[in-house]
């Protein structure tokens, strides 16, 4: 039972530069969403999608771009990653918006 | 807009000491969920719990227990009899169903069990 599967774990990119994390889910789960974890913030809402090619803005999505062609993927893209980027991100997924919401292990990515 | 308040940043009690993590929640939804997760120091986010907004029947499984009042748009979580393993980062989270349908957590507690 993979569940849900976050690449890479970590990452160190530069400012300015383009950097897609990924999430694959094997349960086959409508719902996706993408937070990123901040010391002082908790789990913050980045986009989500409820099927594929339907995404919807979270709390914070400046910055971010997300695509879902199928259903199993959600990857999150920074289109010019900036300091204020450097997070630990976590992919979920749920069955329905409400479910119980499983989520990856998370992907730790510092900008420098 | 919905909104999810856990004012306790940080907590420690002695091991075998009994501790609630208050939630406080704002919605204008008559019909939300709730919810509980657990990250404990190795950085994954485990399931805890979700409640619906009209089940206000309190919920126990084994040391855990769940405390929803409406009334005072409170989700509490006690643990009893706190163990080491306990210790853990532990979030509420609030989904309200006939919005935007998104889940905000808050911000977190931060559950420290003393040997």
């Known amino acids: 039972d993979a569940g849900i599967t976050q690449s890479p774990r970590y990452k160190i990119t530069e400012t300015g530069r383009q950097v897609t994390l990924m999430c694959h889910q094997t349960w086959s789960h409508s719902y996706m969403f993408w937070y990123r974890q901040d010391l002082g913030h908790g789990l913050r809402l980045i986009y989500y999608?409820?099927?594929?090619?339907?995404?919807d803005k979270g709390e914070v999505p400046d910055g971010y771009v997300v695509s879902r062609s199928k259903t199993e993927n959600f990857p999150l893209t920074l289109e010019s990653a900036t300091r204020s980027q450097t997070s630990v991100y976590f992919c979920?997924?749920?069955?329905?918006?409400?479910?119980?919401?499983?989520f990856g292990s998370g992907t730790r990515l510092t900008v420098v | 807009a919905q909104k999810v308040t856990q004012a306790q940043t940080e907590i420690s009690v002695v091991e075998k000491e009994d501790v609630t993590l208050d939630c406080v929640y704002e919605?204008?939804?008559?019909?939300?969920?709730l919810f509980w997760y657990k990250q404990p120091p190795s950085g994954e986010l485990v399931f805890l719990i979700r409640?619906?907004?009209?089940?206000?029947q309190n919920e126990i499984s084994g040391r855990y227990s769940w405390n929803f009042q409406k009334s005072t748009s409170s989700f509490n979580f006690t643990i009893t009899a706190s163990q080491v393993v306990d210790s853990a980062v532990y979030f509420c989270a609030l989904s309200e169903v006939n919005r935007d349908d998104k889940i905000i957590f808050g911000k977190g507690t931060r559950l420290h069990i003393l040997p």
């Open positions: 919605t204008r939804d008559t019909t939300y969920y």
């Open positions: 409640r619906n907004s009209f089940d206000e």
């Open positions: 999608s409820a099927a594929a090619d339907i995404t």
């Open positions: 979920a997924s749920s069955t329905v918006i409400q479910g119980e919401v499983g």
